[in-house]
């Protein structure tokens, strides 16, 4: 997605602004199992289908809470985070994360993303802070809420 006037040259005029919402993704779990795979977490709360059915306080499995939060970077691409003149967005760190829900396994989840902050360094490089909300369909709280840092380069 475009942002209307937001470019490496004004983005410090969206700051304190919301960027957008993304659109739902389902947290499947065929995703989930493949996240396991990749990372080696591999705990039955959430591939156990059955065992998680009967023992878990959830009633079904979870996504882990890495996969939710690994979600954020393609969503705030989505809403339209890097603008289009950048030639590259890389992830910078996070200052705070915080899981508040766990994402139940079938479930949609979004991103509010809102731009906190913007620190231009030298050679045509922006750090840029963005809080994040990424929702579930449906609840209440948030699956989580991260300060995601993203070194924008021109």
């Known amino acids: ?82 603008p289009s003149d950048a030639s590259a967005a890389l992830n910078y760190g996070l200052d705070k994360v915080r899981f508040m829900t766990p994402v139940k396994a079938g479930a949609r989840v979004r991103s509010r993303v809102v731009l906190t902050s913007v620190e231009r360094k030298e050679g045509g490089r922006i750090i840029v802070k963005t809080g994040n909300e990424l929702q579930i369909e449906g609840e209440d709280k948030p699956a989580l809420i991260a300060q995601t840092l993203v070194m924008i380069v021109a």
Not at 3 to 9: E, K, L, N
Not at 25 to 48: E, P, S
Not at 63 to 79: K, M, N, P, Q, R
């Open 1 to 82: 997605m475009s942002i209307t006037g937001y470019s490496m040259a004004t983005i410090d005029e969206f700051v304190g602004q919301e960027l957008g919402v993304s659109d739902w993704v389902v947290v499947d779990q065929a995703r989930i199992d493949a996240f396991a795979q990749c990372t080696g977490d591999m705990q039955w709360i959430h591939l156990n289908v059955e065992r998680a059915k009967r023992d878990s306080p959830f009633g079904g499995t979870i996504a882990h809470g890495y996969l939710t939060l690994s979600l954020l970077a393609s969503l705030a691409i989505e809403v339209g985070l890097v």
